[in-house]
C-alpha cells in the first residue's frame, strides 16, 4: 500500500502538527440554553475506569469516522467481493503468504530486543514455511509447535524505554500511538527495500500491494460503529492503549 | 479461603446427586432418562457465567451460512442525532434457506446486539436445523432504543414486546418476498427470554406470526427482581458499588502482572481459562465483574435513551453532541448509577406521565411473568431451559417456572446465567424443543 518509504514519516508529522492545532475535547461547560444533569461525575469519589490520556481526542474521533466512512465506501465492499470470489483455502494461503513474509519484521524487531528464543522460533518458522510450507502459503510451522510471534519497531522503541506517546486515530490504519506509527513507518521503510530485491514489475507490485491491503482488511474482523455502543471509541481507545503497553512486556 | 474451589464436601455430593436425579425426573418421557449425567463441566455459577462452553464441548456447525443484513425502519425514517450518526435504521440478520422452512425470531439478552456472540451461535445451530432466522437487539440495546423504540426508554416488557412486534413486522415485510416460511417460532435468552413471552401474548391478538413455538432461554420471572439480583453482585465488592472504578482498576492490574508472568501471547480465551485455573478471581470478585460488565451495558443504555428523550439525567438538558465530542463523562456517570436509581428516577417518572395513577408496585408488578401467568399457565407452546445455580433466579422463580410449564421447564444442575447456552446439549435441546420432529413435552405424548 506504501508505495515510497518517504511517505509514513511525512504522514506521521503531519499528524503531529495537525493534531496539535486541532486541540483537545473535554466536556465543554454548561451553555445558557442548557440545563445540569440530574447526575454528574462530581458526585462520586471513585477512580476514573479504563483511563487513558486521549489530548488529541477531537481530532481523533474525526478520523475515526473517517475510517468508518473510508470502510463502508471503499474498503468493506472490496473486502466482502474478495471473500465472495476467493474460495477459503485461497484466502488462507494469501494470508499465510504475507504473514511470512512479516516474519522478517518480527525477526529483526527480535534480535533489536536481544530476544533470542523469539528470534530463533522465527527464523525456524521462516524456513519451514518458505519451504515445506510453498513459499509461506502453508504454515505447517505452528503445528510443529513454532507458535507465530509478534513484534514490530513501535514495541522495540518500547522495549528501550520510549514513552508510547499520545493515542492517536490514523487515517486508514486506524487506531494506534505515536510511538506505533512511528514504528509502522519504519518497518515499511525496511520493508520496502526488502521487496525491491524481488524485482517485480510496477504492475505487479501494484498487484502484490493491492492484495496485501485487503488480505490485512479481510483478518481484521473489527468494524467501526459495528457495537452499536455509544461508548465503543472509549472501548476501542482502552483496548488498542492495553494492548501496546502488553506487547511491550513480553 | 482459595476461590474456585471444588467442593467435594459429602452433604454437597448428596445435594448433587439429588439435583440430578430430579432433572432426570424432569425430563420428557421420550427416552431421555438413559442419557449419560450433564457433562457441562464449569462448576460455580459467576465462574460459568464468565467462562461459558470450552470449545470443544460446543456443538460442531458449519462456520459460515448465507445470511442477509437487514436495516429496517420500523418508525419511519427518523433523524438520529448527530453523536448517534452511524445509527441509521435498526440492524438485524437474516439467516435464509432456499426451500420453504419455519423461522425462529431471537431476541437478545439485555444490552446485547443482533449480533452478540450468543445470538450468532444460536442462529448457526439453527440454521443447521433448517431454519430461517431472524435476530433482533434487545429493546435495552441502544440501536434499538434509537431507531426502534416509541418511547426510547426500555424496560417497560409491555411497551418493550410492541416495540418488538413492530420490529418483527417491519422485518417479515422487507422478506417475506425472498423467503418461503412453513411456520413461525420465537426465542430469547435472559430478557429476551422474558420478552419472548410477551410478544407471544401479543402476538394472540395482533395474529400476524401465530408462533407456534416460544422457547425461553434463562429468562428472568420478574425483571425488577433480576435486576436486584445482578446489582447485588457489587455489593461485595471492596468499598461498595460506588467504587466500581477503584474495583475495575484493581483487577486489570491483577490480570496484567498475570499476563506479565506467563507464557501468554494473545488475549484470548486460554488466558481467560488461565486466570480460572490460576483462582486469580474470588468467587465475589467474579460476581463484582458480572455486576460490573452489567453495568457497562446499561451505562450505553442509559445515555442512548436520555440524548433521545433530552431527559437531563445524564446529559445536560439541551446539549447537541456531535460525532466529535467527548462523551467520556457520561459513560463514568452511566457506568456507576445503579439499574434501581434509573428505575426510580428515570423510567418510574416516563411511566407515570404515560399511565396516571400508576404507582411504583403495580408498574414492579407488571415486569414479570406472573402478569401474564393466566396465558402462559400449561400454554403447551411454551419451554423453558434454566439453570439450578443461574443467580439472576431465586429458588422461587424456578419453582414458579416449573409450576408454570411442568415438565417443559428444564432445569439444568449447572452453568450460572447463559455459560451453558453454547453447550452442546442444551444446543441440542434448544433445538429440538423448535423442531417439527420434537414433542413440546410429555403431557402431550
Known sequence: ?250 | MLPFIHNHHPGIIMKRLLLLATCLLLLPASGRSAEEPYGYPVEGSYEATIMGTPDALKPKLPKSIPTKKLILHPRGNLKTPGVFFYDQGLRCTLAYQEERAPLVFLIAGTGAGHNAAKMVFLTRALHNAGFHVVTLSSPTHPNFIINASLSHVPGDLTSDSVDLYRAMEAAWNEIKGDIEVSAFHLAGYSLGGTQAAFVARLDEQRQVFRFNRVLMINPAVNLYDSVQRIEALLESIPGGPRKVGTFFNRMLDRFVEFYQAGQFIELDDEFLYAIYKARLVSESEAGGLIGLTFRVNSAGMIFASDVMTNGGYIVPKNRVLLSTDSIDEYFQVGVRLSFLQYFDEYFLPVQQALRPGLTRERLIDSLGLQSIEPYLKDNPKFAALINEDDFILSAADRDYLRRLFGDRTRVYPRGGHLGNFEYRQNMADMVAFLSNSAQPGGDEQ
Open chain 1, 1 to 250: 500500500m506504501n508505495t515510497t518509504p518517504l511517505r509514513p514519516w511525512v504522514l506521521l508529522i503531519a499528524l503531529v502538527l495537525l493534531a496539535q492545532l486541532v486541540g483537545c475535547a473535554a466536556t465543554p461547560p454548561l451553555r445558557s440554553y442548557e440545563e445540569p444533569p440530574m447526575h454528574t461525575l462530581a458526585e462520586f469519589d471513585d477512580e476514573v475506569i479504563a483511563h487513558v490520556d486521549d489530548p488529541w481526542e477531537r481530532f481523533n474521533r474525526r478520523m475515526y469516522t473517517f475510517n468508518y466512512r473510508l470502510d463502508q465506501f471503499v474498503f468493506l465492499p472490496v473486502v466482502d467481493a474478495y471473500e465472495t470470489v476467493t474460495p477459503r483455502f485461497v484466502r488462507t494461503g494469501v494470508s499465510n503468504f504475507f504473514s511470512n513474509i512479516g516474519e522478517i519484521c518480527t525477526l529483526y524487531n527480535s534480535l533489536l530486543q536481544f530476544r533470542g528464543k523469539k528470534a530463533a522460533t522465527t527464523t525456524g518458522r521462516f524456513l519451514v514455511n518458505s519451504t515445506i510450507g510453498l513459499v509461506g502459503l502453508f504454515d505447517p510451522a505452528t503445528s510443529m509447535g513454532l507458535k507465530r510471534q509478534n513484534e514490530d519497531f513501535g514495541q522495540t522503541l518500547g522495549h528501550w524505554g520510549v514513552d508510547s506517546g499520545p493515542y492517536v486515530v490514523l487515517p486508514v490504519l486506524g487506531p494506534n500511538t505515536v510511538r506505533g506509527t512511528g514504528g509502522i513507518a519504519v518497518d515499511t521503510s525496511v520493508h520496502i527495500p526488502l521487496i525491491d530485491q524481488v524485482q517485480l514489475d510496477s504492475a505487479t507490485e501494484l498487484g502484490t500491494d493491492t492484495l496485501k491491503g485487503v488480505d490485512t482488511r479481510h483478518r481484521q474482523s473489527f468494524r467501526y460503529y459495528q457495537s452499536g455502543y455509544p461508548f465503543e471509541y472509549s472501548v476501542v481507545r482502552f483496548v488498542i492503549r492495553k494492548k501496546t503497553e502488553l506487547s511491550v512486556l513480553k
